[in-house]
């Protein structure tokens, strides 16, 4: 009896310690913001900022976190309370916030489970910010347009960026006397037949995932011109679309011909990276994330290219490939928005925008990013990938219409089991449009 | 009285089929295991290879990269205050339900049975607002509360089973003898439902230490409050999870439930020795 | 609860409260957190509810009608019960022969009981990378099938419609016989030895030994178990599945417990996916009952 009084004793306690927590602290560390020409008496800054973050600890990344924050504490004396989780935010998030618990910034993607966020009033836009923190100079607008809803609200800082282009491995390649990468469908499905008979898995592609839902919603673009891509992506109508549907045709004559691997629909993103890197097939789709993790002696045979373009109507004039902005970005939380945190908000993401961190980002990361200028600073990359996509990459592609932010929230994981379902053979192009356009 | 060999031996075939299904069981343990040394490449271009060196980067890597010893210090309060809570809530439950005479007893038990029916995730969001009334949202002690409850169900169900076993003739012999009901249940029951004691001990330990939703949700991300199934998923990441070390975690955090399993066993084995020698 | 029944005779009855209360604690704490959460989900149920934080409105019964025209809905329906039409009947019959083997103490057996134990306790997100990589399209299974020269039969197990959801059954097997059965053995091992010696004299082989004696007598523990089993397999197959193959290829591989799961978490409908979950209830509820029917102790 005894015992559970004790613990019952205990718990209230620590439920009376944990209700004022969040609520700021007065302090002799605090800072006194003082505005010099008002007679509003001046806010207490609060000592502690906490960030939720997917950036993982121990890795390139998450060493430029940790020397921000180091920095940030040094200079303002308050703490920063960081946690990292993988790929739960947004329900830790959202489950935060009905408690009222949230953190003050959340370092995530820009993805169909955070775009509403702020339309639900759980972030705050960032759109002042940008202009009073003298920020505009030093973010990439293109990556601010990315994330701009449509009512003209930016919905968090953007930092990440990416590129995603086709992998070609030359020596093998080369080895079937191909010389460059193909440039037309014609030359694809001459080139797959040439490795298969060689014994060389042509194209490897993570059917089974996103990666291969990507690849799919690319080559259905070959005939659409953006303003379709974009209408169809948001709304359906794939069946409706007679480009949509010459491209489906397309994919489908690339898939009975051979040109992906056996079985790509049981590929995961992650077995098609190995795949490729052990040199057992010649060509992927991945984003610049892989480039890292890429071995070295295999990277001075990959060049980076698009996707090949069909003979006839095509609606690009260069291969092409994707890029985005909404690989990472903050977002500020009511909590980050309260006066007392917001010179904290503020310090972060300035120090998060100089030059040194810029650089040291892109360098962690080898990968474009959304920093202005970081590009000017690739005397830190030694990656030679990401070094051929800054140096000569954007010549060779045009860009396809990325569809993530396009897509109505939450119909991603079922359009990508339906994807996988049009890796395998035996489906048809009308199965395919069908099945897609029931989604919406 | 030693104990006798129970008549034939078990057939040969018997035997041959078993050690089949034993293999089946092991290998992709084994597969685990040589992973927990491997780099992505090497797991999956060649997976059921040795691993190319024994070295313990990953497992240093995977120790230190999420604060695995915090999160082990975590799961271990959580599992252990919420076993004790179960059992000490059990025990006398099921006893009282065995041993009842009348309706109410088994109006008791089916409400114990309910409660397995609780598809658990839809109860998240209801708990996450209950947390929240509590005022111990996103906190550990929230769990050492919430698992026993969730726990109950089972274990009074199983207990139940295992009290029920026990012939009626010993309570009445021992309070004959004048001891009280407390009494009876603690030296004569419980001793007597080790099995059923242990077996239950060794499900909850498990449904403790590996559920992951509700702890994430309950007890939070936080590295202080989360425990080990928690803190291993960090590793995860869409593009850029590095197996090798994710099973290195993993394979850490197993040794602790073995370890408490093969204790258990013993224990298991002991009891039920003495019981036959006493016979 | 003080009983007043007058069909109990007042020693009996004294006794009875007494016991009761050795019960109440249980009983609230288990109210306590977990009733609460049962009738909300009925109460969610006839919620349109999109997220979290975000505004819900009353609907009636109008997700429930929209399950019935849902042929996602029939097909994870039809998976469930094909699920449980499959996975029972060979997961208990073996399970309780391996139980008995167990019990019977071979040479090894305690190394055994730890083997057995083994799948239980690897976590979900282990077990999933484990079974990716086996089933992978260049995995264990299809290497030893090229191996011996059945390269034809294979496929990307995980991936493949015909064969996605029958992987995840497999799975199930794979862990829950081992499991299931030292679940048996530990009641197997309350068995006095007396009676299988008496039956041994009589000339009975293990096979009558098994399903003639010791069945009968571990009757209404085998009704427990397979109700359970019956609960986790109907219930606990989502994690296995959002991990395994989505729900995929398609929607071949879902059932009714991960449709819950998903329309919850993946497709932002909470309103919903408790609407499947009363169904999953009410199906649940039904199969118990008749398990028990099924096995009640023969007095």
């Known amino acids: 009896m005894r015992a559970r009084l004790g613990a019952v004793a205990a718990i209230a306690l620590s439920g009376l310690f944990l209700g004022g927590c969040s609520s700021p602290q007065l302090s002799n560390e605090s800072v006194e913001t003082e505005s010099s020409e008002s007679s509003k008496p001046s806010v ?50 959202e489950t935060s916030v009905a408690g009222g618990k949230e953190a003050d910034i959340v370092m995530v993607n820009l993805t169909s489970n955070t775009k509403p966020w ?8 960032v759109t002042d910010f940008i202009k009073d923190w003298n920020l505009t100079d030093s973010i990439l607008p293109a990556a601010v347009e990315i994330w701009t809803d449509s009512e003209g609200r930016v919905q968090g800082f953007p930092y990440s960026g990416f590129v995603w282009p086709v992998w070609y491995n030359m020596e093998l390649l080369n080895s079937v006397g191909v010389d460059a990468p193909p440039s037309t469908m014609l030359e694809l499905l001459y080139v797959a037949r040439e490795l298969r008979e060689k014994g060389i898995a042509p194209f490897v592609i993570g059917g089974n995932d996103w990666s291969g839902q990507k690849l799919f919603l690319q080559i259905i ?220 | 009285m030693t104990r006798k060999n129970r008549g034939e031996k078990l057939p040969l075939v018997s035997h041959i089929i078993v050690a089949v299904y034993v293999l089946i069981l092991v290998t992709p343990f084994y ?145 004959i003898d004048g001891a009280g009901r407390i009494r009876i249940l603690v030296s004569i029951y419980t001793p007597l439902v080790v099995p059923g004691i242990a077996t239950v001990t060794i499900l909850n330990f498990l449904s403790f230490w590996n559920e992951y939703l509700f702890s994430l949700i309950l007890a939070g991300p936080s590295p202080t409050e989360r425990t080990s199934q928690v803190a291993l998923p960090i590793l995860v990441s869409q593009t850029e999870t590095e197996f090798g070390v994710l099973l290195a975690g993993a394979v850490i955090t197993m040794i602790p439930v073995y370890v408490v399993y093969i204790i258990l066993n013993r224990r298991l084995e002991d009891v039920l020795v003495a019981g036959a020698v006493k016979g | 609860m003080i009983d007043t029944s007058s069909r109990h005779s007042l020693g009996v009855r004294r006794e009875n409260t007494k016991l009761s209360f050795l019960w109440l604690p249980a009983v609230f704490w288990y109210t306590f957190f977990t009733v609460g959460p049962l009738l909300a989900m009925f109460y969610i149920s006839l919620l349109e509810w999109p997220g979290l934080i975000a505004e819900n409105s009353f609907v009636g019964l109008s997700n429930f009608e929209k399950l019935a025209s849902d042929d996602v809905f029939w097909q994870a329906f039809r998976n469930s019960l094909i699920q449980i039409a499959v996975v029972l009947p060979i997961l208990l019959p073996t399970s309780f022969m391996l139980g008995y083997y167990l019990s019977q103490k071979p040479p090894g057996h305690r190394l055994l009981r730890v083997i057995l134990f083994t ?181």
């Open chain 1, 44 to 93: 207490v800054t609060a000592t502690t900022l906490s960030i939720l973050s997917n950036v993982q600890a121990g890795t390139p990344a998450g060493d430029v976190l940790d020397a921000v924050i180091a920095t940030f504490e040094v200079n303002t004396g308050a703490k920063v309370e960081l946690v990292q989780v993988g790929e739960d935010i947004p329900i830790i998030y």
């Open chain 1, 118 to 125: 702020l339309g639900q009033g759980i972030s705050v836009p």
């Open chain 1, 221 to 440: 673009q070959s005939y659409m011109p953006t303003e379709e891509a974009v209408d169809v992506f948001s709304t359906g109508g794939y069946c409706a679309s007679a480009n949509a549907m010459k491209g489906i045709n397309l994919f489908v004559q690339l898939r009975d011909e051979g040109v992906f691997i056996d079985d790509a629909e049981g590929y995961t993103a992650a077995q098609m990276n190995a795949s490729f890197f052990e040199g057992r097939a010649a060509m992927m789709s991945a984003g610049s994330w892989a480039m890292g993790a890429s071995p070295e002696d295999l990277r001075e045979n990959v060049v980076l290219g698009g996707l090949p373009l069909p003979s006839a109507g095509s609606a690009f004039s260069k291969p092409t490939a994707y890029q985005g902005y909404t690989g990472g970005g903050f977002f500020v939380s009511n909590n980050g928005a309260a006066e007392e945190k917001m010179p904290l908000v503020k310090e972060f993401v300035s120090l998060w925008y100089s030059p040194e961190v810029a650089s040291s980002w892109a360098a962690a990361t080898n990968a474009p990013n959304a920093f202005l200028g970081a590009s000017s600073l690739d005397g830190g990359i030694t990656n030679t990938l990401t070094k051929q996509v800054v140096e000569n990459f954007y010549d060779r592609v045009e860009f396809a219409v990325m569809p993530d932010p396009l897509l109505p929230g939450g119909m991603a994981p079922e359009m990508i089991r339906q994807t996988s379902l049009a890796y395998a053979p035996g489906s048809s192009s009308t199965a395919i449009c069908e099945a897609i356009d029931g989604l919406y």
């Open chain 2, 31 to 175: 597969f685990v295991l040589i992973s927990s040394f491997k780099s992505n490449t090497e797991i999956f271009n060649f997976p059921f290879s040795a691993p190319a060196s024994f070295g313990l980067e990953n497992f240093v890597e995977a120790w230190e990269r999420v604060d695995l010893d915090k999160a082990l210090v975590n799961s271990a309060l959580v599992t252990g205050i919420s076993l004790s809570l179960t059992l000490f809530l059990a025990i006398p439950a099921s006893y009282a339900i065995a041993r009842f005479r009348g309706k109410a007893g088994d109006y008791v038990e089916r409400f114990f049975a309910l409660g397995l029916l609780i598809p658990s995730f839809a109860a998240l969001v209801p708990t996450v607002f209950l947390a929240i009334w509590m005022g111990l949202f996103q906190t550990r002690e929230f769990l050492y509360l919430f698992f026993p409850a969730t726990a109950l169900p089972l274990t009074v169900i199983l207990l139940t089973q295992f009290m029920r076993a026990i012939p009626s003739e010993l309570q009445e012999s021992a309070s």
């Open chain 3, 119 to 299: 799948p239980a306790l690897i976590s979900l997100s282990a077990k999933s990378t484990m079974f990716l990589a086996i089933f992978a399209p260049l995995g264990l299974i299809n290497s030893s099938l090229e191996l011996v020269g059945l390269g034809a039969l294979s496929t990307p197990w995980l991936a493949s419609s015909s064969t996605a959801f029958g992987t995840v059954m497999a799975v199930e097997l794979w862990g829950g016989i081992g499991f299931t059965a030292i679940l048996f053995a530990a009641r197997l091992s309350g068995v006095t030895p007396d009676v299988f010696e008496a039956a041994a004299l009589d000339g009975a082989g293990h096979w009558k030994r098994i399903w003639a004696i010791a069945f009968p007598i571990c009757r209404e523990y085998v009704g427990v178990i397979a109700m359970l089993q019956f609960i986790w397999v109907m219930f606990g197959s989502a994690g296995l599945i959002l991990l395994l193959t989505r729900g995929g290829p398609g929607n071949y591989s879902t059932n009714l417990s991960f449709l819950v799961y998903d329309t919850a978490f993946s497709q932002q409908q909470i309103g919903y996916s408790q609407a499947i979950a009363v169904v999953l209830f009410a199906i649940v509820l039904a199969g118990i009952a008749l398990i028990r029917f099924s096995f009640r102790a023969k007095e």
